[in-house]
């Protein structure tokens, strides 16, 4: 069983920074996606950034600049470096791992909160 497992949320001031990290255990085929969501009260969940095993990487465009998704193959961690923070980026950040091995596999870690207020 694959458990993912976040941390690094919190509280932050507008134009601040976090770390966001999510490690995975367990069985994990080595060619996987690993992904950041996040969640606001009374919104849709929505993709913030995407990373493959082989680096490729996606951002949204409202976080491109100022996000940065990187990842350890080694340690099956992703990491969200998020600077200069806006009010609107508070939501739960969720990691979402996805690989394909005869089907498809996909498993959500519990999500971490993250506040921007002054």
């Known amino acids: 069983q694959v458990q993912l497992v976040e941390s690094g949320g919190g509280l932050v001031q507008p134009g601040g920074s976090l770390r966001l990290s999510c490690a995975a255990s367990?069985?994990?085929?080595?060619?996987?996606?690993m992904r950041w969501y996040r969640q606001a009260p009374g919104k849709q969940r929505e993709l913030v950034a995407s990373i493959a095993s082989g680096g490729t990487t996606y951002y949204a465009d409202s976080v491109k600049g100022r996000f940065t998704i990187s990842r350890d193959n080694a340690k099956n961690t992703v990491y969200l470096q998020m600077n200069s923070l806006k009010l609107e980026d508070t939501a739960v950040y969720s990691c979402?791992?996805?690989?394909?091995?005869?089907?498809?596999?996909?498993?959500w870690g519990q999500g971490t909160q993250v506040t921007v207020s002054s």
């Open positions: 367990g069985s994990i085929f080595s060619s996987n996606t």
């Open positions: 979402n791992l996805v690989y394909w091995s005869r089907r498809n596999y996909e498993y």
